[in-house]
């Protein structure tokens, strides 16, 4: 039977402050939805919208260039 109710959506909004990156691509290789991208220069956020919140991103940046807030 099919069930009708409230959907729920979660979005999350991904700061990356490219000043304080360091250019490590820990979020790069750790994002099992390829959030993150690398190509010259500081991380950048290319697919935000693939977030799960597993909050890898967030354990191994080092200099806390990452910052992730629900909405
Ligand atoms: S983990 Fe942090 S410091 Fe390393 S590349 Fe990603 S944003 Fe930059
Ligand atoms: S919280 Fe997880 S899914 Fe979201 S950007 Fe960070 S590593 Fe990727």
Do not use: K
Not at 16 to 45: S, Y
């Amino acid at each position: 039977m099919r069930r009708h109710g409230p959907v729920e959506y979660e979005i999350y909004l991904i700061g990356l402050d490219q000043q304080l990156c360091d250019g490590c691509r820990r979020c790069v290789d750790i994002c099992p939805v390829d959030v993150f991208e690398m190509r010259r220069g500081p991380a950048e956020v290319v697919r935000a919208e693939n977030c799960l919140y597993c909050r890898g991103c967030l354990g191994v940046c080092d200099p806390g260039a990452i910052t992730i807030t629900e909405i």
